[in-house]
């Protein structure tokens, strides 16, 4: 089964400085992955996922993740913080086959803080 | 485009009353709809998942059920509201393929009182 581990469920920073949000996964193929993120009080929203090709993969309002294999790691970057980047960030990889295909498992969440 | 609803956005119920919580996906079909919770400090935690109309798997025992009376129509209810039912709830859909992802609702904070 499929399982994914968000490291630091807060992370702060400053505005214009490197967010960094670390997403580690257990798969026992290759993976599907996404971000999501979620502000407050609204539903969740696709920020980027990797299925296939390209390792590296951009998404929207900046952000962007690497899948690297040798490290089962899909962490989130970003390399200037905005006030407006301060949300809940959920990583999660996409279940395999019979009756759970396409079903998603969710990591934990991190919460960003961004500080003027 | 496909687009999905639920309401109502806020509900204050008293402990012991029912619960009706809709959420409805426009512009596809048989899509997999998915009903999860989030309570304060404990993530997403997925309580129902439907592949089908009729069909529903329930992830955790609780105080909750749902249905799916209509292929794009996914129903939560309680008969009785305990006051750890309050949370976020939030309904999404999804295809069966591994790398679509979900599309979520706008979510219904519901505080039982």
């Known amino acids: 089964a499929q399982s994914v581990t968000q490291l630091g469920s807060h992370v702060s920073v400053s505005e214009g400085a490197l967010v960094l949000l670390r997403c580690n996964y257990s798969?026992?193929?290759?993976?599907?992955l996404f971000w999501y993120v979620q502000y407050p009080n609204q539903g969740l929203q696709l920020l980027l996922k990797y299925t296939t090709g390209a390792t590296l993969v951009k998404g929207i309002n900046g952000f962007e993740a690497e899948f690297k294999k040798s490290e089962t790691s899909f962490h989130l970057t970003k390399p200037s913080a905005h006030m407006s980047d301060a949300a809940e960030y959920f990583c999660?990889?996409?279940?395999?086959?019979?009756?759970?295909?396409?079903?998603?498992?969710f990591g934990q969440g991190t919460i960003l803080t961004v500080h003027p | 485009s496909q687009t999905i609803h639920q309401w109502p956005a806020t509900l204050v119920q008293p402990v012991g009353s029912p619960l009706s919580l809709e959420c409805t996906v426009e512009?596809?079909?048989?899509?997999?709809l998915y009903w999860y919770r989030q309570a304060a400090g404990r993530g997403l935690q997925l309580l129902f998942y439907s592949v089908g109309i009729g069909q529903i798997s329930s992830e955790v025992p609780q105080n909750l059920s749902a249905s799916r009376p209509q292929d794009r129509q996914f129903i939560l209810s309680s008969k009785k509201l305990l006051l750890s039912d309050s949370g976020f709830y939030l309904c999404a859909w999804s295809v069966s393929d591994r790398g679509s992802g979900y599309t979520f609702g706008s979510g219904t904070r519901l505080t039982v009182v």
């Open positions: 798969s026992s193929v290759p993976p599907y």
């Open positions: 512009g596809t079909s048989n899509p997999n």
């Open positions: 999660a990889v996409s279940n395999l086959g019979g009756t759970s295909y396409g079903k998603l498992t």
